[in-house]
T-cell receptor, first 112, second 114 residues
Framework: SQKIEQNSEALNIQEGKTATLTCNYT??????LQWYRQDPGRGPVFLLL?????KEKRKERLKVTFDTTLKQSLFHITASQPADSATYLC???????????FGTGTKLQVIP | ETGVTQTPRHLVMGMTNKKSLKCEQH?????MYWYKQSAKKPLELMFV???????ENNSVPSRFSPECPNSSHLFLHLHTLQPEDSALYLC?????????????FGPGTRLLVL
């Protein structure tokens, strides 16, 4: 069955460092992969989308890579700030473009 | 905010009650979704509506009954729920076409079934 794993439930890093979150998947051939941010008591907010034929996408301090051979996406936040503390979700979409499968998320804590 | 509102934000109900969750989007989208988010579990897609027509029902029990009167409004009618149905219920919207996969989520309704 399809499975999405995000590297860990929680990740603590020091302010100013680069946070790297991992999303691995099995038994899946996604057409695209998305990253969302979710704060406590709120709905997820879209951050970035990367398609299967793209290797890397950037947006300000965010960078996403997508390796369909390794079946893995890496999500980087450079120069991390306490305000980046949140849960980050990866989501995979395939042929049925509206049917998106989410991972359980990684809770990031940036320590001042 | 995201342009998607949900009411109520919190709801406590007994197993014999009937209640409804409401979602409204102000983004001009024509696809709307219901998701369930339980602790330590990934978001689970429940229903998808495109242009007011239901196009996806992810094997959801009949005690959850969705309604989409127009492209801007979505309801989830609840009756005879179980305690395991306690969760955060999220509504989302998007454009109903490939290449427009970004979904915009509301803040959710935190439901507790006693």
């Amino acid at each position: 069955s399809q499975k999405i794993e995000q590297n860990s439930e929680a990740l603590n890093i020091q302010e100013g460092k680069t946070a790297t979150l991992t999303c691995n998947y099995t038994n899946y051939s996604p057409a695209y992969l998305q990253w969302y941010r979710q704060d406590p008591g709120r709905g997820p907010v879209f951050l970035l989308l990367i398609r299967e034929n793209e290797k890397e996408k950037r947006k300000e301090r965010l960078k996403v890579t997508f390796d369909t051979t390794l079946k893995q996406s890496l999500f980087h936040i450079t120069a991390s700030q306490p305000a980046d503390s949140a849960t980050y979700l990866c989501a995979l979409g395939s042929g049925g473009y509206q049917k998106v499968t989410f991972g359980t998320g990684t809770k990031l804590q940036v320590i001042p | 905010e995201t342009g998607v509102t949900q009411t109520p934000r919190h709801l406590v109900m007994g197993m014999t009650n009937k209640k409804s969750l409401k979602c409204e989007q102000h983004l001009g989208h024509n696809a709307m979704y219901w998701y369930k988010q339980s602790a330590k579990k990934p978001l689970e897609l429940m229903f998808v509506y495109n242009f007011k027509e239901q196009t996806e029902n992810n094997s959801v029990p009949s005690r959850f009954s969705p309604e989409c009167p127009n492209s801007s409004h979505l309801f989830l009618h609840l009756h005879t729920l179980q305690p395991e149905d306690s969760a955060l219920y999220l509504c989302a919207s998007s454009q109903a076409r490939a290449g427009q996969e970004t979904q915009y989520f509301g803040p959710g309704t935190r439901l507790l079934v006693l």
